[in-house]
Structures are given as structure tokens and as C-alpha cells.
């Protein structure tokens, strides 16, 4: 599966962003991958933000718990990551991340998001 990122940019803190990331899952279907979003900031580890499963249950890092919400559209081949409330401590470049049960990763590019205090 190929995964093309979308939706970064320059925000004032307090504001809100939304990126996508659109799924070409050739020969499998979107609804079959759990997604997650990861960010990394600079000098630090990618961490994970944000988890929706196939089944749409999701999970969210304590960072952004309740400013964040995953969602998916199947019929679109696409993961949403609705950031609301941003801080500058959420500056970094996001990721989303396709997983097919359990043993199989798919990154993609990534899109920087900056939050300026």
C-alpha cells in the first residue's frame, strides 16, 4: 500500500489543522489495515499520536488525549487527524502509518505541521 500525506502547515498555537493521508491499497482493501498517526519532532523519537483500528476503535497518545480525533472513511481510502486547541510542543513532522495484521508497515511520506507560539 502506498500512503500520501496532507494537510501540514504553519498554525498559531490555539489553532487547528486537519490532515489526511489517502491510502492506493492495490489488490487489498483500505478497511483491512489499522492506521496510526506518528510525529517526530526535531532531536527526538517518532512517537505514535493516534491509533484507529479496522473495527474504528481508537486510541490516543496522553499528548493529545482529547484535542485529537482519528477517524477513517473507507470508501475513500483515507485516515483523518483533526487537531484542534494546538501547542508549539506539537510542532513536527506527522506520519501515518498503515499496519496489515499485525506484521506488515507502511509509512508514508510525512507533512510538517508548526506551531507557532
Known amino acids: 500500500v502506498q500512503l500520501q500525506a496532507s494537510g501540514g502547515g504553519l498554525v498559531q498555537a490555539g489553532g487547528s489543522l486537519r490532515l489526511s493521508c489517502v491510502a492506493s491499497?492495490?489488490?487489498?482493501?483500505?478497511?483491512?489495515?489499522?492506521m496510526d498517526w506518528y510525529r517526530q519532532a526535531p532531536g527526538k523519537q517518532r512517537e505514535l499520536v493516534a491509533s484507529?483500528?479496522?473495527?474504528?476503535?481508537?486510541n490516543y497518545s496522553d499528548a493529545v488525549k482529547g484535542r485529537f480525533t482519528i477517524s477513517r472513511d473507507n470508501a475513500k481510502n483515507t485516515v483523518n487527524l483533526q487537531m484542534n486547541n494546538l501547542k508549539p510542543e506539537d510542532t513536527a513532522v506527522y506520519y501515518c502509518?498503515?499496519?496489515?495484521?499485525?506484521?506488515?508497515?507502511?509509512w508514508g511520506q510525512g507533512t510538517l505541521v508548526t506551531v507557532s507560539s
Open positions: 502509518r498503515a499496519v496489515r495484521l499485525g506484521v506488515r508497515f507502511y
Open positions: 484507529i483500528s479496522r473495527s474504528s476503535s481508537t
Open positions: 491499497a492495490s489488490g487489498r482493501t483500505f478497511s483491512g489495515y489499522d
